[in-house]
């Protein structure tokens, strides 16, 4: 599903973040990216939706190289790639129901779609009594399973979480976390980069660990560290 | 169809969003349109009068008493060939004449002519022109024949064609050049309104793009804001014009009445329609600027 050849990526003002990588993941997979601070989980991250390009090497995401993309075709790749951030992203004026139904109407689905695709991706992550509440009125959790839902509702092959627990206390990581795991026995690929030791030792999937931009450690039942 | 409702109530947002921005946009293209309109009735009118006043450009060759008919009928006929000139008349003393008497009776100022012994006015040839631009030339070569004992005179108007051809060149540029800064004030003010606007989103823009919008699809709102500051700017210039239309209709009646002028029937038809064509360019594309610098970055 996702294949990164000979990676490098350095930003405009000379930072390397991430150096010769190679790296397979195949669809279906559920992979923890680790690494401390600073380490390119980010950046890897932004690679594969195209919000970066490579400055070396092929990141391929379903047999297509992304830096080959004509600007037009970005957005077919973006739908392909579900992503969930750390700070959620919610449109605050919006509710439950509008921020997951913004997605299918902004990318042109009918509105009966719209309707039956979203009630599907709420109760999937567990929010349907929750669908009229704004934001505001949410827990953290539910915040972010507010967003996992709306990368959700495309039907993306891949979903991409750059520390979707940062902000939660243990009980809803674990929570989002058996969510995230749930998704990916549907069929979806699923990319988790975290911190979060407890989390990683708990589950022993496959564990890619990042070391000033290098691959230091690939385990298929790895733990957080070595 | 979702995508079209999408759309069209989120460029409605935008614009009531930021009334302030919004009302000052609109205002500044509709005052924008109602300039142009002036200007272009204007520029119509003066073009009008121009060919009107360049049909009327003569110039007048006094003639010695003492010409032979035949050499007068010489010099007309070399006169008649120059391309410049379109028709020479021979105005005989007695026709003189018969002019100054016709014009004593219509003037008080003008005393009896009958006390006149003997008439004293020479005969004259009048030149119209084809091209009064060559009015200057053709005088100064007909100067030439001052001297040569049949013309003793030459009288032209070159300073009034002159003017005359300054003053609308001048209004014209001058026209033109505060058209088009108008023209460049007004898409800056569009460019910022739905840069502003374009700012307010931004985090639904992002969420956009995230989830793969297309950037037509993110533009569309903004571009559709854009062409609402225009046809509601348009549709006040048109609202300014058609309550002016009455005085100005008067007026270029009187006017058209001095000068076979017409603006055609269509005209103002034709300028209502480029009024709101050219509006909704230029709120399409400026916020077809704003839009894209923001998604290109
Ligand atoms: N837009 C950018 N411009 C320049 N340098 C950047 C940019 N984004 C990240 N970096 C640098 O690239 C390196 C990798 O950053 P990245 O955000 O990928 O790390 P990370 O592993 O996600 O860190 P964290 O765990 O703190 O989120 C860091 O040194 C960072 O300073
Ligand atoms: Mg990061």
């Known amino acids: 599903m996702i294949t990164l050849e000979d990676v490098s990526k350095r930003y405009p003002n000379g930072t390397y973040a991430l150096r010769d990588i190679d790296l397979h993941i195949p669809a279906g997979d559920f992979v923890f990216i680790v690494g401390s601070s600073g380490a390119g989980k980010s950046t890897l991250n932004r690679l594969l939706i195209r919000e970066e390009l490579p400055t070396t090497g092929h990141v391929v995401v379903d047999g297509q190289d992304v830096a080959r993309l004509r600007r037009s075709k970005v957005p077919l790749l973006r739908r392909k790639v579900g992503v969930v951030f750390q700070d959620f992203k919610l449109l605050p004026t919006k509710t439950v129901y509008e921020n997951v139904a913004f997605a299918l109407i902004v990318t042109g689905h009918d509105g009966t779609t719209v309707r039956e695709e979203t009630d599907r991706a709420l109760a999937l992550v567990g929010l349907l009594p929750r669908r009229h509440h704004f934001p505001r009125e949410l827990s953290g959790g539910e915040q972010q399973r507010t967003a996992i839902a709306r990368a959700l509702v495309m039907r993306p092959k891949v979903l991409v979480a750059d520390e979707p627990t940062g902000n939660l206390d243990p009980v809803t990581t674990w929570e989002i976390i058996k969510l995230l795991v749930r998704v990916n026995e549907l069929g979806t690929t699923v990319l988790v980069a975290t911190h979060n030791a407890e989390i990683v030792n708990a589950l022993r999937r496959r564990v890619v660990h990042l070391d000033h931009g290098r691959v230091i450690r690939d385990e298929r039942e790895g733990l957080y560290a070595a | ?297």
């Not at chain 2, 100022?109 to 012994?117: H, K, N, S, V």
């Not at chain 2, 571009?223 to 348009?234: K, R, Y």
């Not at chain 2, 001095?258 to 300028?271: D, E, M, T, Y």
């Open chain 2, 1 to 297: 169809m979702t995508r079209l409702l999408y759309v069209l109530a989120a460029a409605w947002h935008g614009f009531s969003r930021n009334p302030f921005m919004s009302v000052a946009s609109t205002l500044t293209v509709a005052l924008m349109l109602v300039l142009l309109a002036f200007f272009v009735v204007t520029d119509r009118g003066l073009q009008s009068a121009v060919a009107l006043l360049e049909q009327k450009v003569e110039l007048v060759l006094y003639l010695s008493d003492d010409a032979k008919i035949s050499q007068i009928l010489d010099l007309r006929a070399r006169v008649e060939k120059d391309p410049a000139v379109s028709r020479v008349d021979y105005v005989s003393k007695d026709d003189a004449l018969q002019r100054l008497k016709e014009l004593a009776a219509t003037r008080a100022d003008i005393g009896p002519i009958e006390e006149i012994g003997s008439n004293p006015l020479p005969a004259s040839l009048e030149i119209k022109l084809a091209k009064a631009q060559e009015s200057r030339r053709v005088a100064s070569e007909l100067r030439a024949e001052v001297g040569g004992g049949i013309v003793t005179e030459v009288v032209d108007n070159p300073e009034v064609v002159d003017q005359l051809l300054t003053i609308t060149r001048v209004l014209s540029i001058g026209g033109l050049v505060v058209l088009g800064m108008m023209l460049f004030v007004t898409l800056f003010i569009i460019v910022n309104t739905i840069r502003i606007a374009v700012h307010a989103r931004r985090d639904e823009i992002e969420i956009m793009q995230l989830v793969g919008a297309t950037d037509q699809l993110i533009s569309a709102p903004f571009v559709l804001e854009g062409m609402l500051v225009g046809i509601f700017g348009a549709a006040l210039a048109l609202l300014v014009l058609i309550g002016a239309a009455g005085p100005v209709t008067t007026s270029l009646v009187k006017f058209l009445d001095i000068l076979p002028v017409s603006l055609g029937p269509n005209f103002l038809a034709r300028l209502a329609a480029g009024v709101f064509g050219l509006a909704l360019l230029m709120g399409a594309g400026g916020a077809t600027i704003s839009i894209r610098t923001h998604l290109s970055r």
